[in-house]
């Protein structure tokens, strides 16, 4: 009676995720000596470690448990995936079979999702054969995790042989063969089985909207949950809140995300852990970090998801230092840090020009954490080395990473040169752009100025010629802005916007301010070959300017003007927003293609590099 309490106590620590209610429970079992009596106890005392986060304490008891099962194995497995580590699921899984195990439905199962999410395929085809071969070949929650894994690596109409085989179709092998359609981008075969099925749950839609999400059709996404919302579907499960939240943050869509917060509030599902990292990613993204912080803060539980989100949100938003105090108490809580905490932490470094700290905590993630570096850590690393003037060192890091530079590393470097006016290897630079034949506009704009700064016109005039043989084309520009009940859009030249008379008169009362204190148009960023003053009128209209000027006629005074723009900020239209901001005392932020642009009192976050 006695153990069976603690299972159901352990078994509600696990699944709502309260690791300090877990722990209280594991000392209580020592105390009263059921710890080395019950199997079943020791599994579930992984199991809610591994659930709760505490993968260190998870796989401490694992290693120290004198005997293990299938269950045992399974919790270990379970414990990695929820972790987010599915390669350490697919190193353990031998040792297993070396200690005589031989798997069963359940960690075929595990194993099936860590190939699934690890991208494994090759290893997934071994698995599903060792699967066939067994006694469990029969399994549906094993078919169906096969049915996931095949469609994840891309491969759906495998997965539909697999859901094909399943005899009694339920609604978990349906819900996974509609997430795989709808994450491969055939929308109408998802919404096809969705409509063959008599009875549809909250599952079956969180996995249509899912999987819209995952293959970037948001629009689709949000449509569909608001069909949810109108058939008053039970919102029993918080991930499809999740989801539909994450494709807000992808979207920036701030106001319908503002409603989505309120749902989540009035259904009590606050206080779910991976719809409050949801939320805090999502404000993140929509450039309201204080808001993000907030959340951040209010949260009672934190894994490393939440640690990362808020760290890589500070750092994009600009805020340094509060990233870096934020991994140092990220530490302190005993948690470790993953690849993408780093990219945020390296990123925050290059912000505030923080060399030799960058410089060890990339060294710190290879050493002390035995994590590789990608390609975007040297980035991360080359972003440092560019905005501080260690040029020789960025150059240097180019040559040496074990990546090949693409187009956008080697653009950062040269932008770099321009800032830091080192001519001799901008051109060195610009050459090796040249020879790998830039298909970026910005590239090609801020390669001409480089051979025209350096006195090359052969090289401009070159440049020019083969830009016109590559037949470069641009993707539109264009801004939007969200005022709540409509998102308005403005594309870079365009003839017909709304208030187009009002806007159009706002915007030449700011260029006669602007010119009346100090500023001239740098028409460098028009590529064209055009007289000055058209040049400048293709400056004018450029689809940021034109969003800014919309929000400030549209919003109450004081209020913040968030702008949301597809290509990265041209450098004219830099300089004119930090003078609105200066001339309207109104603060914007802009998110780029790269990273957010807070505009406050004639200044920018990024401090004029970007």
Not at 459 to 473: D, F, G, H, I
Request: a neutral charge; hydrophobic letters at 40%; proline letters at 3%.
């Amino acid at each position: 009676m006695q153990q069976f309490h603690f299972l159901h106590q352990l078994r509600r620590c696990a699944r709502y995720h309260f690791p300090a209610e877990g722990r209280k429970l594991h000392a209580l079992i020592i105390k009263i000596g059921l710890y080395n009596c019950s199997l079943t106890l020791c599994n579930n005392l992984v199991d809610m470690y591994g659930k709760c986060g505490l993968l260190d304490d998870a796989f401490q008891l694992f290693d120290e448990m004198p005997q293990r099962d299938l269950a045992s194995w399974a919790s270990v497995f379970t414990a990695h995936n929820e972790a987010n580590q599915p390669q350490k699921t697919l190193s353990f899984f031998p040792n297993m079979l070396l200690d005589g195990l031989w798997p069963d439905h359940f960690v075929f199962a595990s194993v099936v999702k860590a190939c699934a999410n690890s991208g494994a395929l090759r290893v997934g085809k071994q698995v599903h054969c060792q699967f066939l071969k067994s006694v469990f070949s029969v399994d549906d929650v094993v078919k169906s995790s096969l049915v996931d894994m095949y469609a994840k690596c891309g491969l759906p109409d495998k997965a539909k042989s697999v859901f094909d085989s399943i005899l009694v179709k339920n609604l978990i092998c349906s819900s996974a063969m509609i997430s795989g359609y709808a994450r491969c981008g055939r929308k109408n075969e998802a919404f096809a089985l969705l409509g063959e099925l008599e009875e549809k749950n909250l599952q079956c839609w969180t996995a249509l909207i899912s999987g819209f999400v995952q293959n970037g059709n948001l629009i689709d996404a949000v449509d569909v949950f608001l069909e949810v919302r109108r058939e008053g579907v039970d919102m029993r499960d918080p991930f499809i809140l999740s989801s539909i939240v994450g494709a807000c943050a992808s979207l920036a869509a701030l106001q319908f995300g503002k409603q989505i917060h309120r749902l989540v509030l009035g259904l009590g599902y606050d206080c779910s852990l991976f719809v409050s990292n949801a939320l805090v990613d999502m404000y993140a993204k929509c450039s309201d970090i204080v808001e993000a912080k907030r959340i951040f803060d209010s949260m009672l539980t934190r894994d490393v998801v939440s640690w990362t989100s808020i760290i890589v949100g500070m750092a994009q938003h600009g805020q340094a230092i509060e990233a870096l105090s934020l991994y140092d108490d990220m530490i302190l809580a005993g948690l470790k840090p993953n690849e993408v905490t780093f990219v945020g932490l390296i990123y925050a470094c290059s912000h505030v020009g923080l060399v030799n700290k960058g410089k060890s905590l990339f060294k710190s993630m290879i050493e002390d954490y035995k994590l590789s570096p990608s390609l975007q850590h040297y980035t991360c690393l080359l972003d440092l080395f560019s905005r501080s003037g260690h040029l020789e060192d960025a150059e240097n890091l180019l040559n040496t990473m074990p990546f090949q530079p693409d187009e956008a590393v080697w653009a950062a470097l040269l932008s770099a040169c321009k800032q830091h006016g080192n001519t001799e290897m901008g051109v060195r630079v610009a050459n090796r752009l040249l020879i790998l034949g830039p298909k970026d506009p910005s590239t090609c704009i801020l390669l001409s100025n480089t051979y025209a700064g350096a006195a090359l016109w052969d090289n401009v005039s070159k440049l020019r010629k083969q830009l016109a043989n590559l037949e470069v084309r641009k993707e539109p520009g264009y801004s939007s802005i969200d005022l709540g009940k409509e998102t308005t859009t403005f594309y870079a030249g365009e003839a017909l916007y709304p208030m187009k008379d009002a806007i159009f008169s706002l915007l030449k009362e700011f260029d006669s301010e602007m010119r009346k204190r100090g500023y001239i148009p740098d028409t460098t960023f028009v590529l064209h070959d055009m007289e000055q003053q058209e040049k400048e009128r293709q400056l004018f209209w450029h689809s940021e300017r034109l969003a800014v000027a919309y929000g400030i006629l549209r919003t109450v005074p004081g209020s913040v003007i968030r702008v949301v723009k597809n290509l990265r900020i041209c450098g004219d239209c830099h300089t004119v927003i930090k003078f609105i901001s200066s001339i309207t005392n109104r603060k914007i932020v802009i998110r780029d293609a790269n990273r957010f642009h807070h505009f406050n009192e004639g200044t920018c976050s990024c401090n004029d590099f970007w």
